[in-house]
């Protein structure tokens, strides 16, 4: 079910992402760093209501004007969900954000919560109503079937995570660049060994830099060759020994068109 509904979304949404308005900072910056303010538009908030307040937990990429994706362990069929779309500061009232309620939620068929390292964590959520792009919302683009990434290849998270192991969330929306442990890298025995499958993509694994608990659901940006940004990974996992262990890279879900 999932990569037909994706599959679809992404024929209808092919054109016009992956370009924001504003560009991003690309230093290349060891430390997470707070994003320049709108310069990765389709980046959103995932938020829960939790005793009549919303609360951030994932982040995700709108890839067309009603649909983002997300991971999978992000969702949870008790709750109540919204996506918060331009925002920087979670904080903060911004002109040009929107908070839209989510009208249905697909959860890949083959997603099992109790074991996440099977996969296949990535979900679809429906929008309520349409987002108005703009300078502050913009379309994810997803990378061209078959499309493999080379190891070190630079690529940013993004999101609203923990800034270290069991610290506070972000306020601001946080980058930092994860260059990419491809395939024969990251199956190493004293890395993630078999536990890494290929429709998984590994990035970071220095030690320092590292995905975190509320970055989870949002995107991989790597930029191709044309200049043109690319969702290549829904952060999934981190190592539960913590966020930024050596040689245990943030995994994400990979995504590509289908053939």
Known sequence: MIPIVLASVLIASALGCGTPPIEPLTSRVVNGVDAKPHSWPWQISLQYKNNGEWRHTCGGSLIAANWVMTAAHCINSKFTYRVFVGKHNLGEEEAGSKAILAEK??????????????????????LSESVTLSDHVQLGCIPAAGTVLSNLYPCYIT?????????PIADKLQQALMPVADHATCTQSDWWGVVIRTTMVCAGG???VAGCNGDSGGPLNCKNTEGTWEVHGIASFVSGLGCNYEKKP???????MSN
């Not at 939620?105 to 429906?126: C, Q, S, Y």
């Not at 999101?159 to 610290?167: A, C, N, P, Y």
């Open 250 to 256: 943030t995994v994400f879900t990979r995504v590509m």
């Open 159 to 167: 999101g609203w995570g923990r800034l270290s192991t069991g610290g």
């Open 206 to 208: 220095d030690g320092i």
């Open 105 to 126: 939620i697909i959860v890949h068929e083959r997603w099992n919560p109790i074991f996440v390292a099977f996969g296949n964590d990535i979900a679809l959520i429906k």
